[in-house]
């Protein structure tokens, strides 16, 4: 079965720092990954996504992501944390449409939660 | 301008009392989600129309329901709300039911249930 995994509940990074949110999925073919980010009280808005080619995202805010076959990993990355940038991160894994699955559904992890320190 | 707009922010209701909550969209898409969130949990896909085609996730309750009018409005109908059912309700949103079409998100209604 489809999964995300997303290790991290909670990281906290100071201003200007750098950031990393893991992201590990479970999937039968070549997935269709994504990243949302969630700011308090707000919808999900999408960051990046993957689905071929070349294996190194970037997507918007500054945000990049890489896939890596061999470690079933999507990770986020950001070189230089804003303020701005605290929010709840989910990865997302899209549907196995050579089996069926549901279009448009996409399979969350259950997020990771960002605070930034000043 | 918000393309995916949610009506009420927030929603009280009693235990067993029907609810609905809306949401419209000016982006003319033709696919829209319901998708329930828990605190501190990922988004739950309850059901989607599109167009006028509904389709029902296997694992979501009976007590939930949802009508599509045209194309602009959604509504999600709680029929007995139980204690289970306070969340955010998230409608969202995508030009084609297809992965690799973007998803577009309101910004949800909390529901509360007393």
């Known amino acids: 079965a489809q999964s995300v995994t997303q290790p991290d509940i909670h990281i906290t990074v100071s201003e200007g720092a750098s950031l990393e949110l893991r992201c590990n999925y479970s999937y039968g073919a070549t997935p269709y990954l994504f990243w949302y980010v969630q700011s308090p009280g707000q919808g999900l808005q999408l960051l990046l996504k993957?689905?071929?080619?070349?294996?190194l995202v970037q997507g918007i805010k500054g945000f990049e992501a890489e896939f890596k076959r061999s470690q079933s990993s999507f990770n986020l990355r950001k070189p230089s944390v804003h303020w701005s940038d605290a929010a709840e991160y989910f990865c997302a894994v899209g549907p196995d449409m050579n089996y069926g699955g549901s279009q448009g559904n996409l399979i969350f992890g259950k997020g990771t939660k960002l605070s930034v320190k000043p | 301008d918000a393309m995916v707009i949610q009506n009420p922010r927030y929603q009280v209701t009693q235990f067993g009392k029907p609810v609905t909550l809306s949401c419209s969209q000016t982006?003319?898409?033709?696919?829209m989600y319901w998708y329930q969130q828990k605190s501190s949990q990922a988004p739950k896909l309850l059901f989607h129309?599109?167009?006028?085609?509904?389709?029902n996730e296997a694992d979501t309750p009976d007590n939930f329901q949802s009508r599509r009018p045209n194309t602009s409005f959604c509504f999600l109908d709680i029929r007995s709300p139980g204690l289970g059912d306070a969340a955010m309700y998230l409608c969202?949103?995508?030009?084609?039911?297809?992965?690799?079409?973007?998803?577009?998100f309101g910004s949800g209604t909390q529901l509360s249930v007393l």
């Open positions: 969202a949103t995508s030009r084609a039911r297809a992965p690799n079409e973007k998803l577009f």
């Open positions: 982006l003319n898409h033709n696919v």
């Open positions: 129309y599109y167009d006028k085609d509904f389709n």
């Open positions: 993957y689905f071929s080619g070349d294996t």
